[in-house]
């Protein structure tokens, strides 16, 4: 009997039926699901903490450079300093002692410094600069000669960043760069109402140089233009070219097969190969200029040429048949089928490649260091042929210069390179947007 | 002059336009093979299609009529690999001669699609552009009469005549396939291929598709491919059965659907299998 019901018991147990196994697993499944969303969230959560750390460090460093520690000077400009002669002509006001002008309009504001070393540093106090802003207020009105003007010219970097409390007045003397003097004029100067905290035009306007108050981007950023006007020139219709060949023309034998997979290697050619290319063929054999945007502009389109197909030609391949088909049908020949119908409706993800190219063209500096584009340019470039540097060059060139003043300023460069960067994605999104359609 | 001469010959061989009890024969088919790579998708075919009648092709699925529809404008020239062997002639003209330019026989073999596939253009654009890539309007006025014309005749301008500048794809299935349908006729085809033109549309649609193709069998050859044996009866006056490949029995529609000689037929259409 006991047997007999323990058996009974036992057979619903050992066959449950098909719903409750069901039931059962479903548990299982719902957990099973939930770590796996827990883990994805937590991935994403840790990615946009880093971004977080990197953007926020990147701005802190960077939101200093965009002001300037400047003095308020009040000027003489004495006509026997300036232009002796009296013959005002730009040669002559060009040539004039700007500096001496600049010295004596500070020591009268310290008359009790007389000793020649101390008033060396005083005027040490004051960018090398001081001087041009002075000559280009002149040179622009010559009118102001005899007058006594009051012009705004900067410090030097050490008082900007002490301004700007990068260092501690406190700290031990040897280990800053401004004596005690220094730091005593620079708080009396304080004091009288002379220092203000302008906008760093400087940045925008000026090309590189020695001194981080005098340093800007324009000339890279213009070397940028200028980099970026011939890889798009070059690569864009060259891609779109071999793509719609490849993909809507070519034959696909063993050639085309061995095209296809060279052009996904060259893909992911390290891009200082690029660079040596450049060197080797533009350079040494055609002779091309040394640091030239032209010669950056060809190896950087070399080097987006295989994203900007690879990218076109998947663009090609997600058209459907069907609007091929149509095409045909109504009696249209290849070329028409692939130009009216094809490639405009590819023609936003062409687009969005040829954008995320350039994009990766814009942060590219290994090549260029390779074709010399790395010097030290402080004339804006004019053209393609002259000498110039690109963002991305600029940033790691200032990042190696010893100066603090420069670590802001790289900061600052990188934001900058930062907004372009989204901008052309952005650029890339509305694209898409705009010339998406439905089938 | 010579090669003038030599066009103007009445009796060139390749005039072989036949005439038979059932009409003027528009496409003649002899002994047509096609492969795909090894694959051999048909075999024989030997199968009149005549002119001003629908010709229906029934058939199980990958039985090879879509194949042997795409044979008939050299569609299938576009399909890697795929090899035609045996005769087709339309009018009795070697279409798979050398002499025969395959964009000229689609101009003349006007196609419609099993899913109706209108360009992401407007309504106005997608019936344009054949008379426009083919250069049959003169101006601007003439080719809103042939768009006019074909979207009447397609019976879909009631419907359309105040959107013409919207996109075509935001019509509904049964338009957008009629669309297509006007689509082919404004190329001003003598033959229209219809691969199975209703597989997408609801019975009202389908309804209206089968009015205008029997409309349309008074200026046009049509061929069409379908599943449904009742479309095949009530559209077409001819048709065609395969099976794996082969053309197994044709016939006028009347007598195949009655009294079919082979077994096969008879089993197929009864429902015994495919």
Known sequence: MNSETGHAAAVPAAVPRAADRVAASLKRRYAAERRFRACGLAAVCFAVFCLGVLLFTVFRTAIPAFTQTMIELEVTLYPQEIDPAGTRTADAISTADYQKLIRDALDDLFPDISDRRQRRELMALLSPGATYTLRDTVMADPGLIGRRITVRVPFADDVDQFAKGRFDAAADAASRPLSDKQIEWFQRLEQRGLVHHDFNTTLFTAGDSRSPELAGIWGALVGTFWTMLVTMAISFPLAIGAAVYLEEFAPKNRWTALIEVNINNLAAVPSIVFGLLGLAVFLNVFGLPRSAPLVGGLVLALMTLPIIIIASRAALKAVPPSIREAALGVGASKVQTVFHHVVPLAMPGMLTGAILGMAHALGETAPLLMIGMVAFIVDIPGSPLSAATVMPVQIYLWSDSPERAFVERSAAAIVILLGFLVVMNLVAVVLRRRFERKW | ?274
């Not at chain 2, 879509?66 to 569609?75: A, E, V």
């Not at chain 2, 001669?97 to 209108?118: T, Y």
């Not at chain 2, 050859?221 to 449904?228: D, L, P, R």
Request: proline fraction near 5%; aromatic fraction near 6%.
């Open chain 2, 1 to 274: 002059m010579k090669m003038l001469q030599e066009d103007d010959a009445p009796d060139a061989p390749m005039e072989r336009v036949t005439t038979s009890a059932n009409g003027k024969v528009k496409f003649l088919t002899d002994n047509v093979s096609v492969f795909y790579g090894a694959k051999q998708a048909l075999k024989d075919i030997q199968l009149n299609i005549y002119a001003n009648q629908v010709t229906a092709l029934i058939g199980p699925s990958g039985c090879g009529k879509s194949t042997y529809l795409r044979c008939l404008n050299r569609m299938n020239d576009t399909i890697p690999g795929c090899r035609v062997a045996g005769t087709i002639l339309l009018d009795g003209e070697d279409i798979y001669s050398g002499e025969m330019d395959p964009v000229h026989l689609r101009a003349r073999v006007g196609m419609v699609f099993q899913k109706p596939n209108p360009f992401p253009k407007s309504i106005f654009e997608n019936v344009a552009y054949g008379p426009r890539i083919h250069g049959l309007a003169k101006d601007r006025q003439e080719l809103e009469m042939i768009v006019e014309n074909s979207l009447q005749k397609a019976g879909l301008w009631k419907e359309v005549q105040d959107r013409l500048a919207q996109p075509g794809t935001g019509l509904s299935g049964g338009q957008q396939q009629r669309l297509c349908i006007a689509r082919a006729i404004a190329v001003q085809p003598e033959v229209i291929l219809m691969d199975e033109p209703c597989s997408a549309l609801d019975p009202i649609a389908t309804a209206r598709i089968e009015e205008l193709i029997d409309e349309l069998r008074q200026n046009y050859t049509i061929v069409i491919v379908t599943h449904s044996m009742q479309q095949a009866a009530r559209v077409s006056q001819r048709t065609g059965f395969f099976h794996l490949g082969s053309l197994v029995e044709t016939g006028a529609t009347g007598q195949i659907f009655t009294n079919p000689v082979e077994q096969r037929t008879q089993d197929y259409i009864t429902g015994r299998f495919g």
